[in-house]
Nanobody
Framework: VQLQASGGGLVQAGGSLRLSCAVGGRIFENYAMGWFRQAPGKEREFVAAINSWNAGSPSHADPVKGRFTISRDNVDNTVYLQMNSLKPEDTAVYYC????????????????WGQGTLVTVSS
């Protein structure tokens, strides 16, 4: 499976962005999808994840809960991350990732990653 992330950019604090991750090569519905981010000098951290076939409820990390929403379109083979009320501390490279089975908040459990898209939030 191949992942292509897009949608990053520069936005002012309080603004919104929607990230997209296009998935190709395999049966998209079978994959749990996650979004992670990595700020300069920091480790990669979990942002949100959603199960294959939209099973169960998505998961969002506490720092983004209520502001970010993950969703997936199994027709267009795309997973989205809608980011509202952005803060300067959300500045990072955002990565999408895929794994078979249930989602996980641990990045090492995802064997397939996209190239990352940079989100910069100015104060």
């Amino acid at each position: 499976v191949q992942l292509q992330a897009s949608g990053g950019g520069l936005v002012q604090a309080g603004g919104s962005l929607r990230l997209s991750c296009a998935v190709g090569g395999r049966i998209f519905e079978n994959y749990a999808m996650g979004w992670f981010r990595q700020a300069p000098g920091k480790e990669r951290e979990f942002v949100a994840a959603i199960n294959s076939w939209n099973a169960g409820s998505p998961s969002h990390a506490d720092p983004v809960k209520g502001r970010f929403t993950i969703s997936r379109d199994n027709v267009d083979n795309t997973v989205y991350l809608q980011m509202n009320s952005l803060k300067p501390e959300d500045t990072a490279v955002y990565y999408c990732a895929a794994r078979l089975g249930s989602y996980s908040a641990r990045p090492e459990r995802y064997p397939t990653w996209g190239q990352g898209t940079l989100v910069t939030v100015s104060s």
